[in-house]
């Protein structure tokens, strides 16, 4: 079966600051989907990776897929208190009938200090 | 607004008490999806519906049970013989044509046991 684990498990930075969180996989990632959570909330979607190299970027915030598509990571650049949260990547497996499923990894409290 | 709704927010359950959760959508979505979040264990997929009156079996899903009545609806009823029902319940849905596609979330449900 595929895990996901990611690193670090918690992230504490001062507002302003860059940081990086990984995710690594123990087989070839098909599709990479990088999610946020807030506690007690739903996930939402932020970018999702399929292709060896792939880079994407939203505001400030930039995903990328390696070459060998078995780790990704999500950079935020100047990081600000709204992106306190918890960071969650999945690959995608596929099910019968063309279905599939998200398998997550455990995820990555940030938490921006001002 | 496109988007996924669920009630309730909290839900509290009885020993020996069936419960059911409540998931819609109104982004024409063929696919959709229950999982279970816990802590520490990340996400387990329950059950999954492609279509209408067609649902398939997860990775978790004894002691649950599943209709599709209708597309926009996915309900989740957690029975009696649920042992350890306590957790966070997330309905997402998909497009349904494709193997690698963006699952969107919905706000979730949280399950305490009195």
């Known amino acids: 079966s595929q895990e996901l684990e990611q690193s670090p498990q918690s992230l504490i930075v001062q507002e302003g600051k860059n940081l990086t969180i990984n995710c690594t996989s123990s087989k070839t990632l098909y599709g990479l989907y990088w999610y946020k959570q807030k506690y007690g909330e739903g996930l939402i979607f932020l970018m999702m990776l399929q292709k060896g190299g792939e880079e994407k970027s939203h505001e400030k915030i930039t995903a990328k897929l390696d070459e060998k598509k078995q780790q990704s990571s999500l950079h935020i650049t100047a990081s600000q208190p709204s992106h306190a949260g918890i960071y969650l990547c999945g690959a995608g497996l596929s099910l019968i009938q063309g279905a599939q499923k998200l398998v997550f990894g455990q995820g990555t409290r940030l938490t921006i200090n001002p | 607004d496109g988007g996924i709704t669920q009630s309730p927010k909290y839900l509290f359950r009885k020993e020996g008490q069936n419960v059911t959760l409540s998931c819609e959508q109104n982004?024409?979505?063929?696919?959709m999806y229950w999982y279970r979040q816990d802590p520490g264990q990340g996400l387990r997929l329950i059950y999954y519906?492609?279509?209408?009156?067609?649902?398939q079996k997860g990775d978790i899903a004894e002691g649950y049970s599943v209709s599709r009545e209708k597309k926009e609806s996915f309900p989740l009823t957690v029975t009696s013989a649920q042992k350890n029902p306590t957790a966070f319940y997330l309905c997402?849905?998909?497009?349904?044509?494709?193997?690698?596609?963006?699952?969107?979330f919905g706000p979730g449900t949280r399950l305490l046991v009195l």
């Open positions: 519906s492609q279509i209408v009156n067609d649902f």
């Open positions: 982004l024409n979505h063929d696919a």
């Open positions: 997402a849905s998909s497009i349904g044509s494709h193997k690698q596609e963006t699952q969107y």
